[in-house]
């Protein structure tokens, strides 16, 4: 079956270094990758996502890295800040199901001053 | 910004008696999610729908669930008879385009926090 699943459950991190946040994916029919930020008491919050015919993505201050080879997906953070504090989660979806997200089980991101 | 939001923010029930969760998603979103988090465990997928009709729905999505849409600005999630196993945070989200479609984001409202005693 999918599973989605993140190698850590908890990472801390001083301020200003950069961030890297795992995840593993079963699935070599999974073709879309999205990491989403959930702080606490709110819903998760979109950061970037990753087709996969590619392998690199990037936005503001974040990097998404995608080895389908391995079946593997990081996160990596640059500059990291204290509102970066939070849930990080992966989701996929399965090739010919375009409406439905698995997500993985979370990696605690602490950042330290 | 537009956002998604959910009421209540926080539901207790007893076991056994019908809840019904409110969103609005974004108004111009035609895509509709639910899901639910365990606490402490993974998001997981209960049902998308779109066009006044469910598209997918998971396992957990069994006949104690439905959605609907009863006006041109609410999505609602029933459960009729609720059991323990269903206290859990219970997120909605909205897109413009199906999520996978690479083409916008999945907008997740703040949730609504389902206890069932």
């Known amino acids: 079956g999918e599973s989605v699943g993140l190698h850590l459950p908890t990472l801390s991190v001083q301020e200003g270094d950069n961030s890297i946040i795992n995840c593993a994916y079963s699935?070599?029919?999974?073709?879309?990758f999205i990491w989403y930020k959930q702080e606490s008491g709110k819903g998760p919050q979109f950061i970037i996502d990753?087709?996969?015919?590619?392998d690199k993505r990037q936005g503001q201050r974040v990097t998404v890295l995608l080895n389908k080879t391995v079946k593997h997906l990081s996160l990596q953070i640059a500059a990291t800040q204290p509102g970066d504090s939070a849930v990080y989660f992966c989701?996929?979806?399965?090739?010919?199901?375009?409406?439905?997200?698995?997500f993985g089980s979370g990696t605690q991101l602490t950042v330290l001053p | 910004e537009p956002e998604v939001t959910q009421t209540p923010s926080h539901q207790v029930t007893q076991m056994g008696q019908e809840v019904i969760l409110r969103c609005v998603p974004i108004?111009?979103?035609?895509?509709f999610y639910w899901y639910r988090q365990i606490l402490g465990q993974k998001v997981e997928f209960l049902v998308s729908?779109?066009?006044?009709?469910?598209?997918?729905k998971s396992e957990i999505f069994d006949d104690q669930f439905s959605v609907e849409r009863p006006d041109g600005s609410n999505f609602t999630l029933k459960i009729r008879s609720t059991k323990l196993e269903d206290s859990a945070m219970y997120f909605c989200?909205?897109?413009?385009?199906?999520?996978?479609?690479?083409?916008?984001?999945?907008?997740f409202g703040p949730g609504t926090r389902l206890t069932v005693t």
């Open positions: 989200a909205s897109s413009e385009e199906w999520v996978g479609q690479g083409v916008g984001e999945q907008y």
């Open positions: 699935n070599s029919a999974s073709d879309y």
């Open positions: 990753i087709r996969s015919n590619m």
């Open positions: 989701a996929d979806t399965l090739s010919g199901s375009a409406r439905q997200l698995t």
């Open positions: 108004s111009n979103h035609l895509y």
């Open positions: 729908f779109y066009n006044n009709e469910i598209s997918e």
